[in-house]
Structures are given as structure tokens and as C-alpha cells.
């Protein structure tokens, strides 16, 4: 039986409101709706004007689950769209700026969307830089606080400021503010250039090696995100993982407490009504990357 739910001016008709989607959580279609109606207020900031790739599981976790771009057809008129160039045509993808966009994307079984780094005024021109940083070993957090430490600490160096988030699955994005001055090419290169420079001071540790044959039990730290057309998890996205782990923004030194899966939709608002959005204000701190791109020359000779 159909639920309408009042969202602002829309009305989402919720269907299928018991179907388990985290079956073994005891976490059904219904719950996953309201966590992202909840969560809208916070969440909205870090997903308006962003194309967003739909992360989808119409029947939960365990059934088959499978990434989407194109927003279909029978989405409402008030769903935002935009038309997004590629190189065989376009991609007219969803844009969230409402949190009836969000609620009718969980209904859809959107259990992750991902965002793109640019925004629908400015596609070419990323305002974020992200770092993703992914253990060899699925289990080994340490590796990526002691990588996201001296990140944050070149990065400082170069007179940017980092953030970080866990990523709800196995490691961290550390994420800057751009001021929007460089195109996705430069971006990508100037991150490149600190991973590598990066990795150059930890050899031991720390890998820009694209071969996971390659890496042994070293951290990755992969640049990737800093593409046109590529995505990354949206701060405050539920996972499609056991326990509904939640894509989390912390505070630095959070760092040594949390886990990548420590937060989730059952205890994400406890955390929030107790410390708030660490990321609020993040474009505060945009910054073009002339004066950092001239440190790091320097740094690197």
C-alpha cells in the first residue's frame, strides 16, 4: 500500500514501505525514506547544482544493485534535471536542491547518490578537490588516519584547507574548496602532483601506483575523482553495506576515534545534535591554486 508523504510543496507517494533493504539490520525501504528526509537540511548544501549518479537497489542490499546517471522519464517535472555533454551526446542527469528530490530518490531505491565535483554553472570548473584513500587492507583504518594526517599537513603547507569525511565503506575523502579558477585538467594535475610528492616522502607507506599488483600492503592514494564525469560519495549518504553506514564529515581530530563505518543511519542524528556539520561553511575557505601550485614547486625542486 502507497504512503503519500508531504515533502515541502511536493507529495511523494511512498510504495513498498516494509521491503527489507538491509535485511540482516532489520532496516526496510521505509526507514532509509525518512533518514533522507531528515537528513535534508544538513545534506542539501554539499548536493545543490550537482549532477548526481544514482547508486540504486530496488530490492535492498542483497539483490542487485547498479549505478544510473540519466534521470528516467517518469520522474516527476519537479525534479530537477541537467543536461550534461559527453562525448557521444548527452546525459541529462538529476540535480537535488530540494528534500523532496532526495525522498523520491530513496523511494526510487537510490541508497547512494554521488555528486560531481563542479556545479551545472560551471561543469568544467571543479569548487571541490577530493582524495580518496583506500587501504590495501580493507581493515586497516590507521593507515588511512596516518595518511589523511600528512595530507592535511602538505596541504596546510601549500595554504589550503583540507576536510575529511569517512566514506561509510573502508577509508577517507579528504576534500578542499576551490575557488573555481582551474578547469578539471589542472585540478587533476595539481593533485596528482601532491600524491605523488606525498607518497615520495612515504615510501613505505603510501602509493600513486595504479596496479594493485604493484601497491603491496601500502595506501593508495588515488586522484581520480578530479575528472569531468567522475563522482564521489555525497557527505551524509547512507552505504549500501551491512549496519547502513553513513558517508560522515568529521573534525580532525575526531580522526583517532571513528572508523570508516562508525556512523549510520540509526546513530548519524545522536552525533549531529551533539557537534553539529563540521563541513558547514566549507566554501569559506575556497581558494584558487596559483600561490599553492607556486609552494609546491618549490617543495618539490
Not at 526507514?31 to 550537482?50: F, Q
Not at 576551490?178 to 589542472?186: G, Q, S, V
Not at 603491496?216 to 551491512?242: E, H, K, M
Request: glycine fraction near 8%.
Amino acid at each position: 500500500m502507497a504512503e503519500s508523504l508531504k515533502v515541502g510543496r511536493y507529495t511523494v507517494e511512498l510504495s513498498n514501505a516494509e521491503k527489507p533493504f538491509f535485511p540482516q539490520d532489520g532496516i526496510a525501504k521505509g526507514e532509509l525514506v525518512h533518514y533522507y528526509r531528515r537528513i535534508a537540511r544538513t545534506m542539501l548544501p554539499y548536493l545543490r547544482g550537482r549532477p548526481i549518479a544514482m547508486h540504486r537497489f530496488p530490492d535492498g542490499i542483497e539483490g542487485e544493485g547498479f549505478y544510473q546517471k540519466d534521470a528516467p522519464d517518469y520522474f516527476p517535472a519537479w525534479i530537477e534535471r541537467a543536461r550534461v555533454p559527453k562525448e557521444d551526446g548527452t546525459v541529462d542527469h538529476v540535480v537535488c536542491g530540494k528534500a523532496a528530490d532526495l525522498v523520491y530518490l530513496a523511494n526510487q531505491g537510490c541508497i547512494t547518490p554521488h555528486i560531481w565535483p563542479s556545479r551545472t554553472d560551471r561543469l568544467e570548473y571543479p569548487d571541490l578537490m577530493v582524495f580518496d584513500l583506500d587501504p590495501a587492507d580493507g581493515s586497516d583504518f590507521e593507515s588511512v588516519r596516518q595518511a589523511a594526517r600528512a595530507l592535511r599537513q602538505l596541504l596546510q603547507e601549500l595554504g589550503l584547507t583540507p576536510f575529511v569525511q569517512t566514506t561509510g565503506s573502508r577509508g577517507a575523502h579528504v576534500v578542499i574548496p576551490l575557488a573555481r579558477d582551474d578547469d578539471f585538467d589542472a585540478v587533476r594535475s595539481f593533485a596528482q602532483a601532491v600524491a605523488r610528492l606525498l607518497a615520495e616522502r612515504e615510501p613505505g607507506r603510501l602509493t600513486v601506483e595504479q596496479r594493485k599488483e604493484k601497491r603491496g600492503d601500502r595506501l593508495f592514494i588515488d586522484t581520480g575523482r578530479n575528472a569531468y564525469g567522475q563522482t564521489f560519495v555525497a557527505p551524509y549518504a547512507v552505504r549500501p553495506r551491512r549496519g547502513a553506514p553513513v558517508a560522515t564529515p568529521i573534525r580532525w581530530e575526531e580522526l583517532d576515534s571513528v572508523e570508516s563505518r562508525s556512523y549510520n543511519l540509526r546513530n548519524l542524528f545522536q552525533r549531529l545534535e551533539r557537534s553539529g556539520d563540521p563541513w558547514r561553511g566549507i566554501w569559506r575557505h575556497a581558494r584558487p591554486l596559483g600561490e599553492a601550485r607556486r609552494r609546491l614547486s618549490r617543495l618539490g625542486d
